[in-house]
Structure formats: structure tokens, C-alpha cells
């Protein structure tokens, strides 16, 4: 009898462990399976969820025109980001790789003078973003003390719906080069000093990547 017992006591030690303050048992338990979830790429290598721009394809449209209104409701013109290089990742609180909020923070604070980081809340992967922006700014500020900006929740995939900056990402009608929308949660797409879109990073590929960091020296 004791055996179940101790195995019971040692399963709600460990569920104690898993559970975060401020998240419900999903977001805790896939916060600490994050590493894991990662560890595909960093053994086998993720070159074929990457795509660049090699030849520096100058864009049909500026990206320099877009806007988007953050989740505080000001509204962000993308005019005002000349000179600096922007990674823009469509995010989501519910998602096997929503741990990368806390590399997306880190490389916010090292290249802040240099990088900018806007985060899009979207709930277009099996509807794991489905709280208000409010909420999701709570979330994000407490759990993993993002400081960069979040824009309001919209939609990134390609569709009626899709937020501008998302169809200026996705088109290369639009981008020069570029067809590839996001793929899941935490896609990014990294846009130069000049607003040339240089590269596509699916979620295998982390924030702090050195396919991301060696673009940003």
C-alpha cells in the first residue's frame, strides 16, 4: 500500500513544481516541456525553417507605409522605425513555444538601440490566443516580463482577414521575394534598416538562434 502512495505524493510534489503562479496548468506545463520542444533543432540542425534574402530583393511596396495599433491603442507608424532593424513575431499564450517570449525579451534587452520587436497576438493556430489584449499583456508582462511592444490581437494567415503588415510579410507582390506566411505560432520575419525583408524564421528556430543574432551584427 505504501508504494502508491509515495508515487502519489511524488506526482503532486512534481505538479507543484510544473504549476506557475499565473498561469493556468497548460501554460505551466508546456512552459516547462519549452526546452524540449527546442531540442529537435538544436541537435539536427533547422536550416529548412529558414529562408533569406540573399540578394537583398528590394521590396514592390514600402514597408515604411504600414502601421498598427498596439494593444494599448496607439497607434504604431512604421515610419518611425527607419534605421532600425524590426522582427516581428506573431505570438500566443496557450503554445508549446510561448517560452519563446522570455528569448524574444533577451533579445530585446541586448540590441533594444538597434532592434526593435513587435509581437502580434494571434489566435489563428488552434485558438491558442484567446484572451483580450489585455490579458495578454498581463500574461506576458508577469510570466516572462516582456517589454517590447504587442500589437493588438489580429489575424496573421493569409485570408480576408489578415492584418496588412501580415500580407506585406507573406506577398511577394508586396515584400519582393516572400510568399511564406507564418506556420505556427511564433514565426518571425526579420526586415532590415531599409525595410527590406531579409529573412523568415519558423517557431523550431529560436529567437537566439545564431541565424537570428549573426543578422543582427
Known amino acids: 500500500m505504501r508504494k502508491p502512495i509515495v508515487i502519489a505524493v511524488v506526482l503532486v510534489a ?9 498561469m493556468t496548468w497548460r501554460q505551466s ?3 516547462t516541456l519549452y526546452p524540449l520542444i527546442m531540442l529537435k533543432g538544436k541537435l539536427f540542425g533547422n536550416k529548412q525553417d529558414i529562408k533569406l534574402n540573399p540578394g537583398k530583393v528590394v521590396p514592390a511596396a514600402s514597408f515604411y507605409d ?6 494599448n491603442g496607439d497607434t504604431l507608424h512604421f515610419s518611425t522605425l527607419k534605421g532600425k532593424k524590426v522582427l516581428i513575431v506573431n505570438t500566443a499564450s496557450d503554445c508549446g513555444f510561448t517560452g519563446q517570449y522570455e528569448a524574444l525579451e ?3 534587452r541586448q540590441y533594444g538601440n538597434q532592434l ?3 509581437g502580434f497576438p ?3 493556430f488552434k485558438e491558442q490566443e484567446k484572451q483580450s489584449d489585455t490579458v495578454i499583456a498581463e500574461f506576458c508582462t508577469i510570466n516572462y516580463g516582456v517589454s517590447f511592444p504587442l500589437m493588438q490581437k489580429s489575424s496573421v494567415v493569409n485570408g480576408p482577414a489578415q492584418h496588412a503588415v501580415y500580407q506585406w510579410l507573406s506577398h511577394a507582390t508586396s515584400n519582393g521575394w516572400n510568399n511564406q506566411p507564418p ?3 511564433f514565426s518571425k520575419y526579420l526586415v532590415d534598416e531599409e ?3 531579409v529573412a523568415f524564421y519558423t517557431q523550431m528556430v529560436s529567437p537566439l538562434d545564431p541565424a537570428v543574432t549573426g543578422q543582427l551584427k
Open 14 to 22: 512534481a505538479a507543484m513544481l510544473i504549476k506557475q503562479k499565473d
Open 29 to 31: 506545463l508546456l512552459k
Open 66 to 71: 504600414l502601421q498598427a495599433v498596439r494593444n
Open 106 to 108: 533577451k533579445l530585446h
Open 116 to 118: 526593435v520587436i513587435l
Open 122 to 124: 494571434a489566435n489563428d
Open 183 to 185: 506556420v505556427w505560432n
Open 195 to 197: 525595410g527590406v525583408l
